[in-house]
């Protein structure tokens, strides 16, 4: 256990060793369990990628209107633009220092 946590957060063992048991037993529980879910998405997508696969040799009109779909979901136009992204987190980093300030008081 201490090993793998260690190894997940990129510290030392004995680092990990000297915590307390409770932290390092529930790190470990988020680890397991997202190894699990990890695991459980490669075999969706490998069922997708089959499925998507017979698809496409008997029915090659529903994967074209599968694409569309796909495409309609993603929609480029929704996505916020970079310079957008950056406002947004100059302000919020404003705002945070001005929280900062004013704590201090």
Known sequence: MIARVARAFGRSPLAVAREPFAETAWAFAQLVT????DVLQRDGEGLT?????????????KLDAERRHFLARLNPS?????AA????????L????????????
């Open 34 to 37: 997202l190894e699990r879910f």
């Open 49 to 61: 990628a089959a499925s998507r696969a017979a698809i496409a040799f008997h029915e090659p009109k």
């Open 78 to 82: 929704a996505m916020i633009s970079v």
């Open 85 to 92: 992204a950056k406002a947004r987190a100059r302000k919020l």
């Open 94 to 105: 404003a705002s945070s220092a001005m929280a900062d300030l004013t704590e201090g008081s």
